[in-house]
């Protein structure tokens, strides 16, 4: 089966399967290092299986970083879900964009049920240039440069403004968690009462046919009375004038 042909068969349960065609499409061909699969997401509730766009995004320092784009059921109506993961002699590092766990948030995947425009592409090269100004991947041994080896008064005070900046992290992951669902129940909401408009639009449709067809009985009858009608008064009148024929001489 050609690459075509696989990836209509696998979009065809999506809420959109000519958008996520196009999107996924575009992407591979925007970034060459990317592959789709289809794969079962474990990340977050039951298992489901979903495309995944996988592979490396190169950043800055020529550090590469691997990627995985997961494309939830009602895409494009809800944000892919990005994680990244470190490849090599390379660690993962808490920002403000990305997590422990790899999981990436950016105002970009908050609003993107708002943004008409919203693609993957883009969405890729934002975090591209994000990552570069505050590179959530880092070698090994630049990681544990940055701590001093022997530093007495400094180890008190390191734990302690770490520990504040992991609450700020967190404190931000949340927030963005929070936004994530707000926004995904308002699309479910809007999805469900532009579902329950079509039902009530498709059955007004139906009954404006029945009416339609009602009348045209309606007509055909009062036609068909008409006739009756008719004939009946024709009838009356020729035994009328029957009647009043002299009768003949016997």
Not at 34 to 46: A, C, E, Y
Not at 161 to 175: F, G, I, P, T
Request: net charge positive; aromatic share 8%; with cysteine.
């Amino acid at each position: 089966m050609s690459y075509h042909g696989w990836l209509q068969q696998v979009v065809a349960p999506y809420a959109d399967p000519g958008r996520t065609f196009r999107e996924v499409d575009m992407s591979l061909v925007s970034f060459p290092m990317l592959k789709p699969k289809t794969d079962h997401f474990t990340r977050n509730g039951p298992p489901q299986l979903l495309i995944c766009l996988f592979g490396s995004l190169p950043l800055a320092g020529g550090i590469g970083a691997g990627v995985e784009v997961w494309l939830p059921r009602i895409f494009p109506h809800q944000p892919p879900m990005v994680y990244l993961i470190p490849l090599g002699n390379v660690s993962l590092r808490a920002t403000q964009n990305v997590d422990l766990k790899g999981m990436v948030y950016h105002p970009y995947l908050a609003y993107w049920s708002q943004r008409p425009g919203s693609n993957i592409v883009e969405l890729l090269r934002v975090l591209m240039a994000v990552f570069a100004a505050d590179p959530p991947i880092i070698p090994i041994a630049a990681q544990q440069s940055r701590s001093p080896a022997l530093s007495p008064t400094p180890a008190t005070t390191v734990p302690q403004k770490k520990s504040m900046e992991q609450e700020l992290v967190e404190a931000r992951k949340l927030l963005n968690e929070k936004l994530n669902e707000m926004f995904a129940s308002l699309q479910q909401d809007l999805t469900m009462e532009s579902d329950k408009l079509l039902g009530e639009n498709t059955l007004l449709s139906k009954g404006a046919d029945k009416l339609k067809e009602g009348l045209t009985r309606l007509k055909l009858e009062i036609v068909c009375i008409f006739w009756f009608l008719t004939k009946c008064c024709r009838e009356r009148q020729r035994m009328r004038l029957h009647k009043q024929k002299p009768k003949g001489k016997v």
